[in-house]
């Protein structure tokens, strides 16, 4: 099961984000393995600001929530009191941002791992997760040889 | 639909963002892709006249966005809707991912990267 960053999203929309080609391959084969996804609500808000600040387009903005919504295998988990409360303290023992212990603290909740393009994420969150960019998760599941990311595509 | 000419998702794929964002009142015209789009608006909602022009191909739509209009949905949802029902559903999500990103990209300014926009509002 995986918590996937808003950060992945958005490099996977826009294609001249460094980052494009993995997440792009990440994402794809994460819903052509139907594998479990786990996203709080607020990754849709967090994708369509961005997007909406630069293109200045409600429309376009506002249809990339409804695509990701829609993408296979993902589940939108609400973030009720008890999810709150666990960001808390993700938040305060790891100097975290609020939107960052949020991702953190349903990946510890779910026992998921956190796919992520924000370096904070990646080097603050606790032991008791692993937090891995696409590309590392892309090359840890070639290397297990277990299939259900493993994709030929560039 | 049935009277309706039908276009394929991949007609429509750049006309598709251009028809949701053509800005004001009028007639503008834009092309690519051997495509040409046609808005005209009256100060009504009601009276939205959407016709896409698809290579010499004419599909109106007009009375779709209305009926979509009358259900409470706002002109530019209604809009959508009708265009969306008019090219056919598009049942592959991923094929759906990759025809936004094709639309976001190309629109896509110059300046800060989508990722440190996203961080941004993370401060």
């Known amino acids: 099961m995986y918590v996937v960053d808003a950060s992945v999203y958005v490099c996977r929309i826009v294609s001249s984000e460094e980052h494009h080609e993995v997440s792009k391959r990440f994402v794809d084969d994460l819903c052509a393995s139907q594998h479990a996804v786990l996203c709080p609500e607020i990754l849709l808000p967090e994708v369509s600001s961005a997007l909406a600040r630069n293109l200045d387009d409600t429309a376009l903005a506002e249809q990339a929530a ?11 988990v609400t973030v009720d009191k008890q999810l709150a409360e666990s960001a808390v303290e993700v938040a305060a023992r790891h100097r975290l941002k609020g939107m960052d212990a949020i991702y953190v603290a349903l990946a510890l909740r779910q026992n998921a791992r956190l796919v992520t393009l924000d370096d904070e994420q990646l080097h603050r969150a606790p032991s008791g997760i692993e937090a891995v960019t696409p590309q590392d998760e892309l090359e840890a599941v070639n290397l297990r040889g277990r299939g259900p990311l493993t994709s030929s595509k560039g | 639909m049935s009277s309706l000419a039908r276009v394929s998702a ?5 006309l598709d963002y251009r028809l949701l964002s053509l800005p004001g009142r009028g007639s503008e015209q834009e092309q690519g892709r051997n495509v040409h789009c046609w808005r005209q608006d009256d100060s009504s909602p009601l009276m939205h006249s959407t016709t896409l022009c698809l290579v010499g191909r004419l599909v109106s739509i007009t009375p779709h966005v209305s009926t979509y209009w009358h259900m409470g949905l706002s002109t530019a949802q209604a809009r959508y809707r009708a265009l969306a029902e008019t090219v056919g559903e598009r049942t592959d999500p991923l094929a759906e991912l990759d025809r936004l990103s094709r639309l976001v990209s190309a629109a896509w300014k110059p300046g800060k990267s989508a990722l440190s926009l996203l961080l941004e509002g993370r401060r």
Not at chain 1, 67 to 76: A, T
Not at chain 2, 10 to 14: A, F, I, K, L, P
């Open chain 2, 10 to 14: 991949d007609e429509v794929t750049t």
């Open chain 1, 66 to 76: 409804r695509v990701i919504r829609n993408l296979p295998g993902h589940r939108f």
